[in-house]
């Protein structure tokens, strides 16, 4: 089971911390993925960081403002968003495999969050 928190309505410009925490599950042996489902749109992939603290992944729209960052001892992994735009806006989803070292499409996760929304007013 994995639960997001920290969404928010903010303005442009500012920051937000999204997290996911996955009680009692051993995050360190999965690779963890930020999804985001905008208005209207497909669920789309953002960041993923692979099990055992391995490589981090990014989709091009947020490279350089968005960080996905991992506490295995706290079984939560975050996601640190800075400079967001109101193309950001959407019901962020937090997902787990166990099976790919490297994933970012959603058929790679089998364990999702029910998301928490973010809304970037301009």
């Known amino acids: 089971q994995l639960v997001e928190s920290g969404g928010g309505l903010v303005q442009a410009g500012d920051s937000l911390r999204l997290s996911c925490a996955g009680p009692g599950l051993p995050t360190g042996e999965y690779t963890i993925g930020w999804f985001r489902r905008a208005p209207g749109k497909e669920r789309d992939f953002v960041a993923s960081t692979s099990r055992r603290g391995g490589s981090a992944a990014y989709a091009d729209s947020v490279k350089g403002r968005f960080t996905i960052i991992r506490d295995d001892a706290k079984s939560s992994v975050y996601l640190r968003m800075n400079n967001l735009k109101p193309e950001d806006t959407g019901l962020y989803y937090c997902?787990?495999?166990?099976?790919?070292?490297?994933?970012?499409?959603?058929?790679?996760?089998?364990?999702w969050g029910q998301g928490t929304q973010v809304t970037v007013s301009s």
């Open positions: 997902a787990a495999t166990r099976d790919y070292y490297s994933a970012s499409r959603e058929a790679q996760f089998d364990f």
